[in-house]
């Protein structure tokens, strides 16, 4: 595509997302078609052997995409967590795959691996942790939840776990978590070689919090019994209710024991901003790792995660290998982050962008003051429901409300 093209063409592209941006409050959120409609509507082309005019090809993508897709980010959308994209991050998305970088090595991305770690820096101080901290940008919340995951396996399992494994061996691990946990702990434990077995589902209590004195006899029980116990993992912000696990005592609990702890806030870790946030989610400071998802809260464009490590050498203690065909060495004085060693990827994409533009185009403020917003609307909700005689409200926690349908005259 010549140049002169690609400016035509992406003008047209750029005033036809603008159009669908603004239009988007009147549309619907969904046209509800099923699948065989929609694939009808695709139809089943063979591999075209031929191409076409780009902006013909452009202009017929993004009718197929708004005519048939579901918006996130339209204002009566409440189905989840995933916020909408902000309009920054769609352009940053745009920039970080003109510049193409590989945000595996340093060397292949100086200024994309400064601007992750930078990113990383600012996403920790917005929630509190150490600044000091490891860290990298991720897909969403599974993988960011596998990174702290992975990291405890390796540094609590008292053998070499990444050379030996997990097999043939007299002793077992454990891992911890509330009945309430969202399901990316069933991937870990499976993918990772533990095994579903190895999660002790600790009970939840009426109002979804892990209840610690249950975990703390799980954990004597699983130790008279031989069993080595590895990690516990607390929720800030349930999957299905918000609901902020009890992480103050549960950090306690870690210290007595020495197990890790990983603070699933995929969801609900950016709440911890607020300076009248609940003390338990201010407490995501004493957590080993924290698993944390721009994609919802801080209002990215899919995909974005995160997961923050306290200790910063326990990434590379966990992923890193250096094969003789890698030479990324820099000489100075200031070792380069090479973001291979820290993760499960090895070329990896610009991330970082969308998450460090927007920091920058509204500052934390407007981040503090949009969750904010949201937390009481979930709360003005619940009010409603409460006083309707047809509703029952049942929980309220950060930006979700649950309630039920009642109805009196049947
Ligand atoms: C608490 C929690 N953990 C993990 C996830 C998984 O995140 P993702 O869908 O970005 O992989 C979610 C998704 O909603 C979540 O709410």
């Given amino acids: 595509m010549s140049a002169y093209d690609f400016r ?29 409609e929609i694939q009808n509507v695709l139809g089943n082309a063979s591999l075209p052997q031929e191409g076409m005019d780009s902006a013909q090809l452009l202009k017929e993508t993004t009718d197929l995409l708004v005519d048939h897709s579901l918006f996130n980010g339209h204002p009566r959308f409440w189905g989840y967590v995933t916020s909408s994209a902000a309009p920054i991050g769609i352009l940053g998305d745009f920039l970080a795959s003109a510049v193409n970088q590989n945000v595996g ?16 820096r600012w996403i920790a101080e917005f929630i509190g942790y150490n600044t000091d901290c490891g860290g990298l940008m991720v897909s969403g919340g599974n993988m960011a939840n596998f990174v702290g995951f992975l990291a405890g396996r390796k540094s609590k399992t008292p053998w070499d776990v990444r050379k030996e494994g997990l097999q043939n061996r007299d002793e077992q691990v454990r891992v911890y978590c509330s009945d309430a946990t969202h399901t990316w702990v069933h991937k870990a434990a499976d993918l990772f070689g533990l095994g579903t077995d190895a999660i002790r589902w600790i009970p939840s209590d009426i109002d979804q919090h892990m209840d610690v004195a249950k975990l703390e006899e799980q954990i004597e029980t699983d130790i008279k019994l031989g069993f080595i116990p590895l990690l516990v ?12 696990d009890p992480i103050n005592a549960i950090a306690d609990l870690c210290e007595n024991y020495q197990l890790w702890l990983h603070v699933d806030g995929a969801y609900g870790a950016m709440a911890a901003a607020l300076p009248e946030a609940h003390e338990d989610l201010k407490a995501i400071h004493r957590a080993d790792s924290v698993a944390l998802d ?49 993760g499960l990827q090895n070329t990896r994409g610009f991330r970082a962008l969308k998450v460090w533009l927007a920091f920058r185009q509204v500052g934390s403020s407007a981040f503090v003051e949009t969750i904010r917003q949201d937390i009481q609307l979930a709360q003005a909700m619940y009010d409603a429901f409460a006083a309707h005689e047809e509703l029952e409200a049942f929980t309220c926690h950060l930006s979700i409300t649950t309630f039920r349908y009642v109805p009196q005259y049947l």
């Fill in 8 to 36: 035509k063409i992406g003008h047209k592209l750029v005033d036809e997302i603008a159009g669908f941006l603004e239009s988007l409050p009147e549309r619907k959120v969904t046209e509800s078609q099923s699948v065989a």
């Fill in 105 to 120: 090595a340093w060397q292949l991305s100086p200024i994309a691996s400064e601007i992750e770690a930078q990113t990383i």
């Fill in 233 to 244: 993992a607390a929720s800030a912000g349930t999957v299905a209710t918000g609901a902020v």
């Fill in 294 to 342: 721009p994609h919802k809260w801080l209002y990215s464009p899919i995909e974005a995660g995160c997961t923050l490590v306290r200790n910063a050498q326990d990434l590379p203690d966990t992923f890193s290998f250096q094969p003789d065909y890698y030479q990324f060495d820099i000489e100075g004085d200031q070792p380069p982050t090479n973001y291979y060693e820290l």
